[in-house]
């Protein structure tokens, strides 16, 4: 079966950039991988952005100005690129995709802590 995964979290310094992968696996399989949200503890998952099948892309107001969604469409992989980050910013952070079964698929999720 495929699944999503997300790569690349950990430890951010405050002012710091993120970045994000996520692909599928096993690697090349067909999916549109389409977003990215967040969820802290005891709230609900909060919406990063999404790049749509033409390319475009929406970002959530926590985030926007400062975060930037690109893709290899080849591989498929997404990427999540958060700019001057912060401790509000500390999150598991999930990617989200649609598969050729038209079923919703999600990762597991990766931790991202900002913190000095």
């Known amino acids: 079966q495929v699944q999503l995964v997300e790569s690349g979290g950990g430890l951010v310094q405050p002012g710091g950039s993120l970045r994000l992968s996520c692909a599928t696996s096993?690697?090349?399989?067909?999916?549109?991988?389409r977003g990215w949200y967040r969820q802290t503890p005891g709230k609900q998952r909060e919406f990063i952005g999404n790049?749509?099948?033409?390319?475009?892309?929406n970002y959530g107001d926590s985030v926007k100005g400062r975060a930037f969604i690109s893709r290899d469409l080849g591989a498929p992989t997404i990427f999540l690129h958060i700019m001057n980050m912060q401790p509000e910013d500390t999150a598991v952070y999930y990617c989200?995709?649609?598969?050729?079964?038209?079923?919703?698929?999600w990762g597991k999720g990766i931790l991202v802590t900002v913190s000095s």
């Open positions: 989200n995709g649609l598969g050729t079964d038209e079923m919703e698929y």
């Open positions: 096993p690697s090349n399989s067909q999916m549109y991988i």
């Open positions: 790049i749509t099948r033409s390319g475009f892309t």
